[in-house]
């Protein structure tokens, strides 16, 4: 699938103009310098933009209290600005701005509906603006905002040029029509509030230079009136040497989320993401206990770098008086039947979760072509949702689909992946939020929003690929978040989906199998043919036979079992008897197994009776390296 031919050629425009453009560096962004209307302007670009091409427009001092726009610039957000600042706020510099929007919008290709960011007079641009224009703001983060020039520059003695500047720019013959004139910030507070534009101010209680009494509050007064609200943070006393109108910046994390909560440019006009039972018990945790333990819960996209990192960097900054223990659990090629015999050991053996993030959609996938497919990715899955709750019934699950090669053509068929489909009916089940990933990315190519080959590369994703997991994950904790309440309330456990579901899977003891003939217990396994291993699957106890008729049996009291073995080239066929039944042959190869030893979780029987059972396990040809024995 291909970009659109009008998004190509946009983005041939804005990387033409771009192209040309003096830059500098900004904290270690790149900084582009053009002129509109013979004024000199900037945009600071994010390494990799976010979807749609947010952007933040300052509208003065852009330098000043850098922080929330280097959080925005890191998570993909442009920041644009024009000087015009000492015509603050007046009709010719509205004017001026409409240039300045039209430029970045239709020659630079940036969203149509940035956020507004404005510092002391900016107040002044920002409001006038958004009075003119409130389809053109997606939201308005100030601090210390003017927002009536009868209290700055008028009422402030060191403000002579900034008081002639407003008379030369408003069109005023004295300071008396100044201060009777009735176009300022709070008397255009109408169009904002009938828009709902979302508001958010940092103030300081002492500020003499802005009183909030005369501009922020008064603004809160009156929008009140007007059936709107201005979320405030509010800072007892700025510093003494600037009159108390600066201040070091607090909540700068939280205002840049506010920003991109409203500014961000939802994929096709909706979210992806069902919120079910929410986080609130995880909040609570962090809030109130001030100790957190999140883990990870995947295959080689939890492994790699990318969304993880991110998840974790945003719940440290969320959460800033919180300790984390982060649990990293993700093991290259595992999908949701070996992540449910390998929780207790690798997840809940570090104590109880308050956070858990579940991926399995891509490596399920592992079954393809198995009549039981579908049903091994619902066993496996609820296996892990129902286990975590048996043990810590508090504990908050987020389920991700993430987006394998195969699932676009299924989803353009009108149809459900089948991994993706499984693991929704767990997560409606048991009230567990989920981010459908898979439905995002084909929906955001078959818009030409980008591609598969050039962008995302394939089902490990680039850092642009990363990039977008992230931003719809987070998403969905900037809406859990600021709505929860605190809460302890027990969580009731529902009847299984599926009776025969891994939810009692753990891993058995090696040296508890009795060894018939042929095999050996090597205490750090490494292949000796030079293929790949999975990291936890090497240099670590297995199993180990290659002689045909070489035997091992074990007993095991459940209902389901298996092995975890690795794939590698040398693997054929094996026979397994239970109990008294039949003996049965089984391949132990799989597609990849000519290039890696790859970790199997090879089931024998998952419906056997409850109670005893032996189960004895034969070579018939190739070899055969058992790492764990599977149990249920």
Known sequence: MK??????????????????????????????????????????????????????????????????????????????????????????????LDRFYDHLTRKRGMASRPALEAVSRGGLHAYRYAARHPERVACIYADTPVMDLKSWPLGWPGAQKETADALRYYGLHDEAALRGYAGNPLDLLAPIAT??????????LNDRVVP???????????????????????????????????????????????????????????????????????????????????????????????????????????????????????????GSVPHAFRLERDVLARGPLDLLFVEAAVNDHNYDGQANAALLA???????????????????????????????????????????????????????????????????????????????????????????????????LDVAWPRATPTIEERPLPPPLDPASYGRGRFGDLRAARLLQGFVLDPSWKPTDGKGTREGYVAVPALVASTPGAAFEFRFAGTGVGL????????????FQIDDGPERIVNTATPWSQSLHLPWALLLADALPAGEHTVRVRVVDGALRVFQLLLN
């Open 195 to 204: 828009a709902k534009i979302p508001l958010r101010h940092v103030i300081s």
């Open 212 to 334: 909030p009494e005369q501009n922020t509050l008064e603004a809160q007064r009156r929008l009140a009136r007007l059936g709107h609200t201005l979320d405030l943070v509010v800072v007892p006393e700025g510093t003494p040497e600037s009159q108390g109108h600066h201040f070091p910046l607090p909540e700068a994390f939280a205002s840049a989320r506010f920003i991109m909560r409203h500014s961000g440019v939802l994929p096709q006009g909706r979210e992806y993401f069902a919120l079910r039972d929410g986080l609130a018990r995880s909040q609570t945790a962090f809030e109130q206990r001030k100790t957190g333990r999140v883990a990870f819960l995947g295959g080689s996209i939890t492994y790699n770098p990318g969304w993880r990192d991110a998840l974790m960097r945003y719940l440290q900054q969320w959460f800033p008086s919180t300790e984390f223990d982060f649990v990293a659990a993700g093991v290259p090629s595992l």
């Open 564 to 575: 975890m073995i690795t794939s590698g080239p040398d693997a054929r066929t094996i026979a």
């Open 3 to 96: 970009r659109t031919p009008f998004v190509v050629a946009l983005l041939a425009l804005a990387w033409t103009l771009s192209a040309a453009d003096p830059t500098s560096d900004w904290h270690g962004f790149r900084r582009l310098h053009f002129v509109v209307e013979g004024r000199p302007a900037f945009l600071t670009q994010p390494a990799l933009a976010a979807p749609g091409r947010p952007w933040v427009w300052r509208t003065s001092f852009p330098d000043f209290h850098p922080e929330v726009d280097l959080e925005l610039l890191r998570t993909g957000w442009a920041v644009g600005y024009l000087e015009c600042l000492e015509m603050l706020g007046s009709d010719p510099a509205l004017d001026l």
């Open 378 to 476: 619902l066993r496996g899955l609820e296996g892990v949702v129902r286990h975590v709750r048996e043990v810590s019934p508090p504990t908050d699950i987020v389920l991700l689909h993430f987006v394998h090669d195969q699932h676009l053509a299924t989803w353009a068929k009108g149809e459900v992946p089948y991994t993706v489909a499984a693991h929704e009916r767990v997560a409606a089940h048991y009230g567990c939020p989920s981010v459908n990933l898979s439905l995002e990315v084909y929906e955001r190519i078959a818009a030409g929003e980008f591609t598969w080959a050039d962008d995302f590369r394939d089902l490990h994703p680039s850092p642009y690929g990363q990039q977008v997991y992230a931003h719809s994950m987070t998403r969905l």
